[in-house]
């Protein structure tokens, strides 16, 4: 299904390790509104989405969220790239490093590992689009505030592209629930259920 180009979907070049920084963007891959969550999300909700245009947008945005995935793990590799023991346990990052080393494993800045528990897949198909519209607006939230913390430029610059195609990811989503809309009939729960709706 897909063809993987052996390259970032925007270059990473981070010269000066942090791992104060790292802690940080991790919860990007492993948070509760990050790439990893996004990515599952979507590609799994296409499966019963009744509208192939809408399917089609899903499974291109959550095929660019593992892209975003990569993204997020090449910052946290190259701000962890050959720490000492002494800059982790000073830096705070030794907690993280007794489990994983340097490796990369999905976890919340808060620590908290990754669950799917965070995020939704129902089926319905204004349900999931709301859902979907709502994580863009997460992402970006929590990309506005990793921008309020770091200032490396060589971080921001690839945090920034990343807000950008938050914002865009919403707008694609506010465009396939109007696709949706147009289209509701009793495959949608939300739109006809004789069962709920009618009162006898």
């Known amino acids: 299904m897909w063809n993987y180009e052996k390259r970032l979907q925007f270059p990473v070049k981070i010269t ?12 990007q891959y492993g948070g509760p509104d990050g790439e990893l969550s996004a990515s599952m999300r979507y590609l799994a909700q296409r499966y019963t989405m ?15 969220e593992l892209a975003h995935f990569e993204m997020i793990c090449s910052i946290v590799y190259q701000l962890t790239k050959n ?6 346990e000073k ?12 490796a990369l494993w999905p976890q919340a800045a808060a620590g908290i ?4 528990c965070e995020f939704q897949s129902k089926g319905d198909v204004i349900t999931d689009l709301m ?11 929590t990309y506005d505030n990793i921008l309020r913390l770091v200032k490396d430029p060589e971080v921001c610059e690839p945090i920034r ?11 694609r989503f506010g465009e396939a629930l109007r696709i949706a809309q147009e289209n509701l009939d009793s495959r949608n729960f939300y739109a006809f259920n004789p069962e709920f709706d009618i009162r006898s």
């Open 16 to 27: 000066q390790t942090n791992p104060e920084i790292a802690q940080v963007i991790i919860t």
């Open 50 to 64: 009744p509208y192939n245009s809408v399917t089609g947008i899903l499974t291109d945005i959550g095929t660019e």
């Open 83 to 88: 720490l000492t023991p002494e800059e982790i």
């Open 91 to 102: 830096s705070g990052f030794d907690k993280y490093y007794v489990d994983h080393t340097l």
């Open 113 to 116: 590992p990754f669950n799917a």
């Open 131 to 141: 859902e979907d519209m709502a994580a863009e607006q997460k992402a970006r939230t």
């Open 161 to 171: 592209f990343l807000r950008e195609r938050e914002v865009v990811h919403f707008q």
